[in-house]
């Protein structure tokens, strides 16, 4: 799944390719949230650890990695 980050006082959004679920994602900033001195901690799909504080967080957005259709006749 790819989840876009937005995050607060910026105008860039951190996009992340990532094996969990929407479903875990959202469980887990729901647990941070609650506990501000934690952070969200996501492991990408290259094993690299990104760590978030979830107070910067202005939104997330959930989609697939999968290409987009290009030409004629696409759908």
């Known amino acids: 799944m790819l989840l876009t980050i937005?995050?607060?006082?910026?105008?860039?959004?951190l996009k992340v390719k990532t094996e969990l679920e929407e479903k875990?994602?959202?469980a887990k900033v729901a647990e941070t949230a609650e506990s501000p001195?934690?952070?969200?901690e996501f492991e990408k799909e290259d094993g690299r650890t990104l760590l978030i504080n979830p107070s910067a967080i202005a939104y997330l957005d959930f989609g697939t990695d999968?290409?987009?259709?290009?030409?004629f006749g696409s759908r």
Not at 6 to 12: D, N, Q, T
Not at 37 to 40: E, S, T
């Open 6 to 13: 937005g995050l607060k006082e910026s105008g860039r959004e």
């Open 24 to 26: 875990d994602v959202r």
């Open 37 to 40: 001195a934690q952070f969200m």
């Open 66 to 71: 999968k290409p987009r259709s290009v030409g």
